[in-house]
């Protein structure tokens, strides 16, 4: 069976996905800007308050800093910090309405408990967007409180990840590139949301070729024996960093969300794609 942060991730993901791929929640989010990447930009980074750009840049990874200035001119001059978190919850409230399969209130009120009981067991420390989404109020209703719980930890263990990358030497580039060879993200979607000119994805992969860690082409990379190896490292630093609220929470405990979670992970997972940019498994 996967650690325990692994497997966690793969059931709460989906859940937070819901304000980016919700029919429901993405109507709720057009009154924040002129395009999608304009509203992405404004919820997610909502809680960080009003920052400079180059902050959101970091905290974000993987990004190329023009997509996230753009996106952020598109924003509706009314689309405060406060105003952006007020339509995200309110998007996922409408999208937990829309969704079939979802078990009754009592299975998302306990998980609800388990899950804000486990994101306050994150640790901060280096982790700017999951401190920022931690410290946000708890919702009044279970299912927002659920939301906003795997949202915390999905954006701890989001941070954690940057870290990993950073310690193995991946770039944000070159981490996009090993996650497309790994089988992972779509590539073409990932480099077009990403805004990875071609130049520079194919300039990276003939530097990972040189590493032995990919072999060609570049719009079907792969890992090499040593790609999969660094990969592997990456994905279980990652999972090490995000084993905190597992720990804090204890094995039953996390053995019981993780069961309270799936109905409600299998019914989110009908609105996000099933090969997607997050890197979510197949179903």
């Known amino acids: 069976m996967p650690a325990p942060a692994r497997r ?3 059931l709460y993901e989906p859940v937070h996905a819901l304000t980016y791929f919700a029919p429901a929640a993405l109507a709720a989010a057009a009154e924040l800007g002129a395009s ?3 509203r992405y930009v404004a919820q997610r980074a909502a809680p960080l308050g009003d920052v400079p750009t180059a902050v959101v840049v970091a905290a974000f990874g993987g990004f190329a800093p023009d997509r996230i200035a753009d996106a952020r001119a598109g924003i509706a001059p009314d689309a405060t910090p406060t105003r952006a978190l007020a339509v995200r919850l309110a998007g996922v409230d409408a999208a937990f309405g829309d969704l079939a399969g979802l078990p009754d209130a009592a299975v998302v009120a306990e998980a609800a408990e388990l899950a804000w009981e486990a994101a306050r067991a994150c640790d901060d420390a280096g982790r700017v967007l999951g401190a920022a989404n931690r410290a946000l109020p708890r919702p ?3 299912h927002l409180a659920l939301w906003q719980a795997t949202t915390t930890l999905r954006e701890h263990r989001g941070d954690s990840h940057l870290a990993a990358l950073a310690v193995h030497g991946l ?7 090993v996650k497309v060879a790994a089988g992972e993200s779509p590539g073409r979607d990932l480099r077009l949301g990403r805004r990875v000119p071609d130049a520079t994805w194919s300039a990276e992969i003939a530097r990972l070729v040189e590493r032995g860690l990919v072999t060609g082409p570049d719009d079907e990379p792969a890992l090499t024996a040593e790609g999969a190896a660094l990969h ?6 990652t999972d090490r960093a995000a084993a905190g609220p597992w720990e804090a929470l204890g ?3 996390t053995e019981r969300l993780a069961t309270l979670l799936e109905p409600v992970a299998a019914a989110a997972r009908t609105v996000v794609p099933e090969f997607n940019p997050i890197g979510l498994p197949r179903p």
Not at 171 to 177: F, I, R
Not at 232 to 237: G, H, K, S
């Open 8 to 10: 966690l991730w793969v």
């Open 36 to 38: 999608f990447w304009a």
């Open 140 to 142: 009044d209703a279970p």
């Open 171 to 177: 770039g944000s580039v070159a981490s996009h590139v």
């Open 232 to 237: 592997a490292a990456v994905e279980d630093a």
């Open 251 to 253: 094995p039953e405990r």
